[in-house]
């Protein structure tokens, strides 16, 4: 009980203390409802490979009955020799009578049913489905996490260069005012000066509730509500090899084979080892004494199935089942190859974006300083001046998206490859 209330509580206490670290966020995802699901799944794939294992067991059954007939029925079988014996001796109470009661038990148990090993191998292909898929699930929430993350830190980065296109706009603010008191400046280019800090409270505005947006699908996912962004590092890149994405996917088409096997296999012949065990009771119709007996059998039956309509027709189910299987995989594996192709292509030309920026922003920060001065000078107008103030900001934007596409572009292909994302990122 204390172990479910602390699992409970988890998004609580998170909540409550300020997060630091990418890593708690994933800490509180795995206490989320869908984790837990994709436990269940594999719990209940486990207890279907529990089940099937447990026909190998005997089945033991005890029993009461009481039987009524008309006329003297036998209690179990006598022998012709014994019961001549029994007829020349009035005084013996012969095994016969209208009410009998038996207790006694059952036991069957499978000794060869090559299906139950087929159908076991089946279950077992379908655990490990169910945890090839439980990992998939956790590491794509885990990239929604820092994909989202990123995205949040792109609209603070956003918001921090709104504040200094304000700021500076600001300062040429209080230098129209003065030309426009002067007499040096129309009073239009107040009005135009006025309506671009205006558009930067649009803008914000947007921003904002761009912000909510993210911070509510990240709360959806760890029951967590932050504030700000997280910062995060890069530990490392993704690291390419086998699709891990498709191993839950082939597990079930080698459990659907399996399957498939074992319907062929239940055509086979098979042997049962049954037996049984009765005590006997009732009044003897010859003389009316007490007559108690007991009787088991033991038996090995050997069966072949010579014609099973039904089971044919569950075969051809399977083998449909089985068709599907692969071309689903198939049709999965042309999907991922595709994306890693133009994931991977995307990742070096996002590089390369973030070096051209960065390198842009650098001559366009000169720029502005430039037409700053020319305006001063009265040499440009105030609506070039402005332009100027609007491409910084445009590739500022420009450099802080391809920086968020950059993480986003690599947890997508950790997944595919079936990476921890926690390795990655910090």
């Known amino acids: 009980m204390k172990k479910i209330l602390m699992i409970l509580l988890i998004p609580f206490v998170l909540q409550a203390n300020e997060i630091k670290s990418i890593g708690e966020l994933f800490d509180s995802l795995k206490t989320h409802p869908a984790v837990e699901t994709d436990q269940l799944r594999i719990e209940q794939a486990t207890t279907g490979k529990q089940m099937v294992y447990s026909k190998l067991y005997p089945n033991i059954d005890v029993f009461g009955r009481y039987d009524y007939a008309n006329v003297p029925t036998g209690m179990l079988p006598v022998p012709p020799n014994q019961l001549l014996d029994m007829v020349k001796k009035p005084e013996v109470g012969q095994p016969f009578s209208e009410q009998i009661y038996r207790l006694g038990a059952t036991i069957s148990m499978p000794v060869f049913v090559s299906s139950i090993f087929s159908t076991a191998a089946k279950a077992r292909a379908m655990q490990r489905s169910a945890e090839s898929m439980a990992y998939i699930n956790l590491l794509k929430n885990e990239a929604i996490i820092v994909s989202a993350n990123s995205n949040l830190i792109f609209i603070n980065s956003l918001d921090d260069a709104l504040n200094k296109k304000r700021e500076s706009i600001s300062k040429t603010k209080e230098l129209i005012e003065m030309k426009t008191n002067n007499g040096r400046a129309p009073g239009e280019a107040l009005i135009?000066?006025?309506?671009?800090?205006?558009?930067?409270?649009?803008?914000k505005n947007d921003l904002d509730i761009q912000k909510q947006e993210v911070l509510t699908m990240i709360q959806n996912l760890t029951g967590v509500r932050l504030t700000n962004p997280i910062p995060m590092q890069a530990t490392g890149s993704y690291k390419a090899g086998e699709m891990k994405a498709l191993e839950p996917l082939q597990q079930k088409l080698e459990g659907d084979k399996m399957a498939l096997r074992a319907e062929i296999e239940k055509l086979f012949p098979s042997l049962f080892l049954m037996g049984s065990y009765s005590n006997n009771l009732g009044y003897a119709y010859n003389n009316d004494k007490f007559v108690n007996n007991d009787y088991y059998t033991i038996s090995l039956v050997f069966k072949i199935p010579i014609f099973a309509m039904d089971q044919y027709q569950q075969i051809s189910l399977s083998q449909v089942e089985v068709a599907q299987t692969e071309n689903d995989l198939k049709k999965q594996d042309l999907e991922l190859q595709s994306q890693i192709d133009q994931l991977q292509k995307n990742l070096e030309?996002?590089?390369?974006?973030?070096?051209?920026?960065?390198?842009?922003?650098?001559?366009?920060?000169?720029?502005?300083?430039?037409?700053?001065?020319?305006?001063?000078?009265?040499?440009?107008?105030?609506?070039d001046y402005l332009k100027y103030e609007d491409d910084l900001f445009f590739e500022k934007s420009k450099l802080f998206k391809a920086q968020a596409e950059k993480w986003q572009t690599t947890v997508k292909l950790a997944v595919i490859f079936g990476n921890k994302i926690e390795d990655i990122v910090r």
């Open 192 to 203: 135009l000066i006025n309506n671009a800090l205006h558009q930067i409270d649009i803008s």
């Open 349 to 383: 030309l996002i590089d390369n974006s973030i070096q051209l920026y960065e390198t842009s922003i650098k001559e366009k920060e000169e720029l502005l300083n430039i037409a700053k001065t020319s305006y001063e000078l009265d040499r440009m107008t105030i609506e």
